[in-house]
T-cell receptor, first 115, second 113 residues
């Protein structure tokens, strides 16, 4: 079975600073995808960034980037120049294409950006 | 308009009542999912469907049933609601392609008294 662990239930960061959210996962699969989803107070789930396991290059999306360490099974999210709108719950997720793109979610990290 | 629409957005009901949460999508995706979100537990899969004739149980299907009325519609039922089914419920869709991204509805918050 796949497990996704987010060991930081809550974090805070000063506006304009950088913060890193941790995520580890456990799998025996070789082909898989990793995601970070953001859930602001509006409760909408929004895709932040996606990483294919077969790609060695770390994904980036504007101020968001990941540090993907496949051997260590680690997938951390770095948010640069934090903004008040980044305040949200962040979920790490693992997806295996076999068996119908099943997703496995971590328990989430609640991030607060402090003005 | 949202691509994935859930109704109702919020619902308060009493123990023993039958509740249906509805989901419709305009993305043309074959795959649809129902998830449950609880504080500290993340999102857990209740049921998923790959097409109208294919429905599968997820991690926590006990106490729930689903119906895929059409490619675009996937409803979740609680036949006899109980308080520990109080949660935020999400419908999601994905295509069968390699991107695998889940597209979520806005969630249905259910409170069972």
């Amino acid at each position: 079975a796949q497990t996704v662990t987010q060991s930081q239930p809550e974090m805070s960061v000063q506006e304009a600073e950088t913060v890193t959210l941790s995520c580890t996962y456990d799998t025996s699969e070789s082909n898989y995808y990793l995601f970070w989803y953001k859930q602001p107070p509006s409760r909408q789930m929004i895709l932040v960034i996606r990483q294919e396991a077969y790609k060695q290059q770390n994904a980036t999306e504007n101020r968001f980037s990941v540090n993907f360490q496949k051997a260590a099974k680690s997938f951390s999210l770095k948010i640069s120049d934090s903004q008040l709108g980044d305040t949200a719950m962040y979920f790490c997720a693992f997806m295996k294409p076999r068996a119908g793109n099943q997703f496995y979610f971590g328990t989430g990290t609640s991030l607060t950006v402090i003005p | 308009d949202a691509d994935v629409t859930q109704t109702p957005r919020n619902r308060i009901t009493k123990t023993g009542k039958r509740i249906m949460l509805e989901c419709s999508q305009t993305k043309g995706h074959d795959r649809m999912y129902w998830y449950r979100q609880d504080p500290g537990l993340g999102l857990r899969l209740i049921y998923y469907s790959f097409d109208v004739k294919d429905i599968n149980k997820g991690e926590i299907s006990d106490g729930y049933s689903v119906s895929r009325q059409a490619q675009a519609k996937f409803s979740l039922s609680l036949e006899s609601a109980i308080p520990n089914q109080t949660a935020l419920y999400f419908c999601a869709t994905s295509d069968a392609g390699a991107t695998g991204e889940l597209f979520f509805g806005e969630g249905s918050r259910l409170t069972v008294l």
